[in-house]
């Protein structure tokens, strides 16, 4: 089976892993959190801002590789405060709700993890995801 590597870019810099691998019709997302593709810092304090540009990220990164957010089958969130699952879930529903409402009736397996620090000290959120490129 071929496989295809989106490389991930930060400022420019290629990354020393890829952004998502397409398998057959699976599409594997790294991470995506807050931080900007333009700069590679985190895009503010707020976790709202953070969770809307990882979920951005997301959006772009399955446009990139021929599917869209309405075909994820799967995703992992590493959350740094347990006490923002709330808002977290909120957040991804507006979102949703605007880019992506068949995950609203069909909404994708979720985990949801919380972690002690992430790759910038600064980032409260990271959301990866397994999607399908419908044939």
Do not use: C, H
């Not at 691998?21 to 900007?36: A, I, P, Q, Y």
């Not at 976790?47 to 021929?66: M, N």
């Not at 709700?97 to 069909?106: D, G, I, M, V, Y």
Request: no cysteine; hydrophobic share 40%.
């Amino acid at each position: 089976m071929k496989k295809k590597t989106y490389p991930l870019m930060y400022a420019g810099k290629k990354q020393p892993f890829a952004r998502s691998v397409v398998v057959g019709d699976l599409v594997f997302l790294s991470g995506m959190s807050g931080r900007t593709m333009e700069t590679g810092e985190v895009s503010s304090e707020n976790l709202v801002d953070q969770i809307k540009v990882a979920l951005d990220k997301i959006r772009g990164a399955l446009t990139e590789a021929g599917t869209s957010m309405d075909n994820i089958i799967k995703t992992t969130i590493y959350l740094k405060r347990i006490e923002d699952y709330n808002t977290f879930r909120q957040t991804e529903r507006e979102y949703w709700q605007k880019n992506a409402p068949r995950l609203l009736e069909e909404p994708p397996a979720s985990t949801l993890v919380q972690i002690t620090s992430l790759s910038k000290p600064n980032m409260l959120v990271e959301v990866e995801a397994i999607a399908v490129i419908p044939r």
